[in-house]
């Protein structure tokens, strides 16, 4: 069984798992918060290894990845666990799952996934979505080590709610991230995922600086951080810290789990966009399509139609040679 990477052993027997802010202390034979990692007689270990919940080609606009390698398709595995209890959580079958009690998995060694990424021809490689891939930390890393000697692309889709040591372990292994950032405040994310804002923010500035491809997907839940100046501030934020072409995702909420809040007005999703778009080059819309807003990509200089999407199928008429738009060649998509 594989071991734990990320922990210490207190004085007193315990271990504290070191892997996300949580860190948990743990007595024999205890989980952690994301009920998959556990002591067993001192040392730790993810239940949750090779387990694979769903395993899917996908389109890569699905994770989302907008601006990577745009209308690709991407091997897409998850397990189940999460270190967060996001009350509005969208896949809380897989995510809330206990290991004791979820057996709707299939086996899968890293080398297996492998040879099923290279089955398809159009296959770019894989990501590491469904569930929190943080809490199967292990699982991932072998994964991405294996891909990236095979030539293959990876991409993680997390909420950031990660420590910085296996952060930086695993950038060289990772080509793209989308991290969900939930709200602007700690009270929000307290309240309602059980987590802490800072630690996010983090990760996201760790990721850029690192010099990863980065999107932000914000889902807007009425009422609890639909405020315009604390949006306002948080574009400000990513604009700061990750830069003007940062991709973000405003996803509209439906009711899910234990909230039970009214679905997303749109037109509050449409303000949010105006915000948005002050600040920053490339704003979508996800969960919901509006007329002529936050679909498609254009150039932010010119105005050229360089992608246009319709569901998950993508043309690019404006994409020139190296991710450029055709018509004044700015530089619009840095992996195509
Ligand atoms: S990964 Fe799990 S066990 Fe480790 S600190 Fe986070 S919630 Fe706790």
Redesign the pocket.
Known sequence: MTQ?Q??KTNEDGTL?????????T?HNDQ???????INRNGD?YPDNYGKVSALHFDPIEKKPLYHFFPGSQILSVGTF?C?LRCRFCQNYEISQAKAESFHRVSQYLPDELIQMAKSRRDNIGISFTYNEP??W?EYMYDIARLSKQNNFYTAMVTNG?I?KAPLEKLLPYMDAFNVDLKAFTEDFYRKYTSSRLDPVLESIARIRKAGKHLEITNLIIPGLNDDKKIFEKMIRWILNQTGKDTVLHLSRYFPMYKMTIRSTPVDTLEKLYHIARKYLNYVFFGNVGIDGMGKNTLCPDCGNIIIIREGYHTSKPGLGAGGTCSRCQKKIIHFC
Not at 31 to 37: D, I
């Open positions: 734990s990320f922990f504290s798992c070191l892997l996300c802010p949580h860190e948990c743990l989980r952690g918060n994301c009920g998959v990692r730790l666990g270190n943080t809490v930390y709610f420590n």
